[in-house]
């Protein structure tokens, strides 16, 4: 994902001459419809924003039928959340202003700005499965840990919909929480989270482990110099090999994935190829430093580290279904270069795409559009997902049991 870049009103102004005044659903629908149509460039086959128009507005009518005249924004998300789920791109989305301010979050080296216990989870047959925990927060401090079982939210079966209720109540709930067959109840609150997902780095046994959870940066914050800082630290402590684990890791910003690679390789980069002639730009890797090229243009330094390394430990890459965007980008750069092997399940599938999310809409929310194909330096294309050199499928029963097979794995290729 590269940086958002608001899109400027006089750009597609023409285009809403003739609904302007029509009602805000209808406003709503013409902008959405135009940045999609006019901007993607994903593997889709998307319409032009006015076939796009023409396909959907019987879907906006038939919601705006009752009074066409003071049809709200509501009915326009309603009709781009379908041409969204029927584009079927797992980069295309309409964005809401949380979404939006927890990547500023992000950014900034903060969690999200709701509250919340601190926890990932997945749904089981017995409720639902920790598959992070997030140090810091309240869920960690409680002793909950990834593979704990949380049964009951108070007295309702544990689901994503009971969780997230009892965590927006800001009051204080119990979850009932099972350890491989052994229960136990904990009083909770949820809170903001500050610093909970900043890189973590655990040694043990020699090998270095290394979690990632998205590549966002700022002035004031960068995922890649936490990722340096930790490879450091690895061989300080006379680590014998990596485990960089990218499981459930968010997107953030190619470049900053590009710039954390180069704590393990030297040279590498992409291309952004977009739809219009003459603005493709070439990002390079060249020992811990990163430049940008936009076509026909000099090559101009984009970024660095303060304090770079280039390891020679051995590294072994962790993936899943749920490690998207950019950071599916790392899993690529480390493994085409044949510096890692990557273990897991093939990714998220938004490896070969990238662009913005453009906006502000006038609800005040962003449509992020597939606006960029991703190209090797030589011009071939990037695969849609890292395919691992190791299968291991998710096994929530197993991690249920207190083991991780991906990461046993990853443990036994390192020995």
């Known amino acids: 994902?590269?940086?958002?870049?608001?899109?400027?009103?006089?750009?597609?102004?023409?285009?809403?001459?003739?609904?302007?005044?029509?009602?805000?659903?209808?406003?709503?629908?013409?902008?959405?419809?135009?940045?999609?149509?006019f901007y993607y460039n994903g593997p889709a086959q998307v319409q032009s924003f006015r076939d796009l128009r023409k396909t959907y507005q019987p879907q906006l009518d038939s919601l705006c039928a009752v009074d066409k005249d003071k049809c709200g924004y509501d009915a326009a998300r309603k009709v781009i959340q379908s041409i969204v789920q029927?584009?079927?791109?797992?980069?295309?989305?309409?964005?809401?202003?949380?979404?939006?301010?927890?990547?500023?979050?992000?950014?900034?080296?903060?969690?999200?700005?709701?509250?919340?216990?601190?926890?990932?989870?997945?749904?089981?047959p017995q409720?639902?499965?920790?598959?992070?925990?997030?140090?810091?927060?309240?869920?960690?401090?409680?002793?909950i840990r990834r593979g704990d079982v949380i049964t009951s939210v108070g007295t309702a079966p544990a689901t994503p919909t009971t969780l997230s209720a009892a965590e927006a109540s800001k009051a204080a709930f119990n979850l009932s929480v099972s350890r491989?067959?052994?229960?136990?109840?904990?009083?909770?609150?949820?809170?903001?989270?500050?610093?909970?997902?900043?890189?973590?780095?655990?040694?043990?046994?020699?090998?270095?482990?290394?979690?990632?959870?998205?590549?966002?940066?700022?002035?004031?914050?960068?995922?890649?110099?936490?990722?340096?800082?930790?490879?450091?630290?690895?061989?300080?402590?006379?680590?014998?090999?990596?485990?960089?684990d990218l499981r459930n890791s968010l997107t953030g910003y190619d470049s900053e994935a590009l710039l954390a690679a180069?704590?393990?390789?030297?040279?590498?980069?992409?291309?952004?190829?977009?739809?219009?002639?003459?603005?493709?730009?070439?990002?390079?890797?060249?020992?811990?430093?990163?430049?940008?090229?936009?076509?026909?243009?000099?090559?101009?330094?984009?970024?660095?580290?303060?304090?770079?390394?280039?390891?020679?430990?051995?590294?072994?890459?962790?993936?899943?279904?749920?490690?998207?965007?950019?950071?599916?980008?790392?899993?690529?750069?480390?493994?085409?270069?044949?510096?890692?092997?990557?273990?897991?399940?093939?990714t998220a599938g938004a490896l070969a795409i990238s662009g913005n999310a453009e906006g502000p809409l006038i609800n005040g929310e962003f449509v992020a559009v597939s606006s960029l194909k991703m190209e090797n330096l030589d011009g071939s294309p990037f695969p849609a997902r890292v395919t691992p050199d190791v299968l291991v499928p998710q096994d929530l029963a197993a991690l249920s049991n207190g083991r991780d097979l991906a990461l046993e794995k990853a443990l036994e290729l390192l020995k």
């Open 262 to 346: 180069g704590a393990f390789i030297a040279k590498g980069g992409f291309i952004y190829n977009r739809r219009f002639q003459g603005l493709n730009e070439t990002h390079t890797l060249d020992n811990a430093k990163i430049y940008n090229q936009p076509q026909g243009q000099d090559k101009q330094l984009e970024n660095q580290v303060p304090n770079p390394i280039l390891t020679k430990l051995p590294v072994v890459v962790l993936v899943n279904r749920y490690t998207n965007n950019s950071a599916e980008m790392l899993a690529y750069f480390l493994q085409s270069a044949g510096r890692a092997k990557v273990v897991g399940e093939p």
């Open 127 to 143: 409720g639902l499965i920790v598959v992070e925990s997030f140090p810091g927060e309240p869920a960690y401090e409680a002793g």
């Open 180 to 244: 491989q067959g052994t229960g136990k109840t904990l009083s909770l609150t949820a809170k903001v989270a500050d610093q909970a997902m900043q890189p973590t780095l655990d040694i043990n046994n020699g090998i270095a482990y290394l979690k990632v959870y998205h590549f966002y940066a700022s002035q004031d914050f960068s995922t890649a110099e936490h990722i340096y800082d930790a490879v450091h630290k690895a061989e300080q402590a006379g680590a014998k090999g990596i485990v960089l």
């Open 86 to 124: 029927n584009i079927n791109d797992p980069f295309t989305q309409l964005m809401d202003n949380a979404e939006l301010a927890n990547e500023q979050r992000y950014g900034a080296g903060l969690g999200p700005a709701q509250p919340r216990i601190g926890v990932w989870t997945r749904q089981v």
């Open 1 to 37: 994902m590269t940086s958002r870049t608001p899109l400027l009103a006089g750009l597609f102004a023409t285009y809403f001459l003739g609904s302007a005044l029509a009602s805000p659903a209808q406003d709503l629908f013409d902008q959405a419809t135009f940045l999609i149509g």
